[in-house]
């Protein structure tokens, strides 16, 4: 095997190449970038051959800040498991040091385990990760609309509404939101609503934890966000001890684990708002799209309705 830097004649097996590397690898929202032989004026350009028969080829660019960032290493599938790609790269290497790069660079696709192992082997390590969004997604959350309307309220389990008040009035501010209203007894609860429950998550469950601990009551924080996901946490002396997300990736991945941890405890729920769990377990399902559910609305009010919640979200 030989590895050289490439002449015109090797133009149409590249962009043949290139080809199969989208056919094989492209599994992006978008169209890939259409390729040109115009792209490989001025990068540094190589071909493995075999026998005068070109089997792969690897290109990049060396930029004038030291660094030589590795665009394309590609190997035939016949050819590959030969140490072709090790050889294309280390000649990627050697060339790029010699126009002056003190590093190397490429990009790899998550999904792609077994060349991030390779890569791994090679001396290249993370450094950074490029995110991709859909254009609507980034317009609409960086305009704080986040797909729909969100709204919430807590409810703490108790007749004592003067003591909800007092508590309200002392915590609310501290977590920057403007007086609240208090609502109850309905059903042995008591309702709290403000527009910093509706708008910041953080602050409402940060309240709910206070309002547990001051009157020793169980706090159920619940509510729908983005117009799509409901949301629960019951609070007893402060901590939480269930949370449920209707759609636990919403906002983002997550680990098995966590996704786990988003669906409602019946038993739980049962020992502390009465719900039965059979029913509860029926109606506080999670699922990986809003399609899967009723509409958020709705599933709302199914889940308040078994806990005794009266006038959740809106009031």
């Not at 290139?18 to 056919?23: N, P, R, S, T």
């Not at 209203?181 to 709290?192: K, Q």
Request: charged share 25%; hydrophobic share 45%.
């Amino acid at each position: 095997m030989n590895v050289r830097e490439t002449t015109p004649a090797d133009e149409r097996t590249i962009l043949a190449f290139v080809d199969a590397i989208v056919e094989e690898r492209w599994n992006r929202p978008w169209t890939p970038p259409e390729f040109t032989a115009a792209e490989l004026k001025g990068k540094l350009v190589l071909v493995a051959e075999d026998d005068g028969e070109v089997i792969g080829f690897a290109y990049g660019q060396v930029f004038p800040n030291g660094l030589a960032h590795l665009n394309i290493a590609y190997v035939r599938p016949e050819n590959r498991r030969q140490g072709v790609a090790k050889a294309l790269t280390a000649a990627f290497a050697a060339g790029a040091r010699e126009r002056g790069a003190e590093h190397v660079s490429l990009d790899v696709d998550l999904s792609n385990e077994v060349g991030r192992r390779v890569w791994q082997r090679l001396g290249f390590v993370e450094w950074a990760r490029r995110l991709q969004a859909p254009v609507e997604v980034v317009e609409a959350r960086a305009a704080g609309a986040r797909g729909g309307q969100s709204y919430a309220s807590l409810h703490v389990q108790t007749d004592d509404a003067e003591a909800v008040e007092a508590a309200v009035a002392k915590y609310l501010p501290r977590l920057g939101g403007p007086g609240g209203r208090v609502e109850g007894p309905r059903n042995g609860w008591v309702a709290v609503y403000a527009d910093l429950v509706d708008r910041d998550r953080r602050a409402r469950e940060r309240l709910a934890s206070e309002l547990s601990n001051a009157t020793a009551a169980v706090v159920c924080a619940i509510g729908v966000e983005d117009g799509a996901v409901v949301r629960y946490v019951l609070f007893e002396r402060g901590s939480v001890v269930d949370e449920y997300q209707s759609l636990p990736e919403h906002f983002g991945p997550l680990p098995p684990g966590d996704v786990v941890a988003l669906g409602a405890n019946p038993t739980v729920v049962s020992r502390l708002t009465g719900a039965d769990p059979a029913r509860f377990r029926a109606v506080a399902r999670t699922a990986s799209s809003a399609d899967e559910l009723p509409p958020a609305d709705e599933l709302l009010r199914q889940i308040a309705s078994l806990m005794g919640l009266e006038g959740a979200g809106h009031g």
